[in-house]
T-cell receptor, first 114, second 114 residues
Framework: AQSVTQPDARVTVSEGASLQLRCKYS??????LFWYVQYPRQGLQLLLK??????VVQGVNGFEAEFSKSNSSFHLRKASVHWSDSAVYFC????????????FGTGTTVSVSP | DAAVTQKPRYLIKMKGQEAEMKCIPE?????VFWYQQKQSKELKFLIY????????QIDMVKERFSAVCPSSSLCSLGIRTCEAEDSALYLC????????????FGPGTRLLVL
């Protein structure tokens, strides 16, 4: 069965510091991987996605993620966070191509302190 | 940015009442998904439509929910008899079916069952 694990429920970082959010997936085939962000009282916004090719993918607002097949991971990074990056971040897996349901991790709440 | 619309944004029902929420998918998208999110945690897949036809759904939806997409520009999710456990944020997403897996989410309908 497919699954996504985000081991860190909550992360607190200082403004200007770097951020890494961990994501591990379980899927025997080739995964399609996503990172979404959810701001308070809003829906989900896509940060970036990985289908194939270069394992490092660039997203919006300075975020990037690195895919590792050997580690079954898709970690998200940002070099320097801003207070506006405070939100809940979800890693998600799509096991099929062509519009199938996403499998989400439990999310990581990021708090950026001044 | 993609624009998936959901209405109403907030819904309050008494236990035993019927609830209905609507979703207008992104123009040109043929796949529509509904997810349930409780307490800002992981998203739970409910049902998936492709070209207005339901292709996958969980047992809970079959038993207590009603979901239709009467047109490519409107879908609805209903709960026949609301229970306290149905209190959640209901998120609708849409995607292009042909070779595209990225799902774009609406702001959600927050349901409170008293």
């Amino acid at each position: 069965a497919q699954s996504v694990t985000q081991p860190d429920a909550r992360v607190t970082v200082s403004e200007g510091a770097s951020l890494q959010l961990r994501c591990k997936y379980s899927y025997s085939g080739t995964p399609y991987l996503f990172w979404y962000v959810q701001y308070p009282r809003q829906g989900l916004q896509l940060l970036l996605k990985y289908y194939s090719g270069d394992p490092v993918v660039q997203g919006v607002n300075g975020f990037e993620a690195e895919f590792s097949k050997s580690n079954s991971s898709f970690h998200l990074r940002k070099a320097s966070v801003h207070w506006s990056d405070s939100a809940v971040y979800f890693c998600a897996l799509s096991a099929y191509q062509g519009g199938r349901a996403l499998i989400f991790g439990t999310g990581t709440t990021v708090s950026v302190s001044p | 940015d993609a624009a998936v619309t959901q209405k109403p944004r907030y819904l309050i029902k008494m236990k035993g009442q019927e609830a209905e929420m609507k979703c207008i998918p992104e123009k040109g998208h043929t796949a529509v998904f509904w997810y349930q999110q409780k307490q800002s945690k992981e998203l739970k897949f409910l049902i998936y439509f492709q070209n207005q036809q339901p292709l996958d759904q969980i047992d809970m939806v079959k038993e207590r929910f009603s979901a239709v997409c009467p047109s490519s520009s409107l879908c609805s999710l209903g709960i026949r008899t609301c229970e306290a456990e149905d209190s959640a944020l209901y998120l609708c997403s849409s995607s292009q079916s042909a070779g595209g897996d990225t799902q774009y989410f609406g702001p959600g309908t927050r349901l409170l069952v008293l």
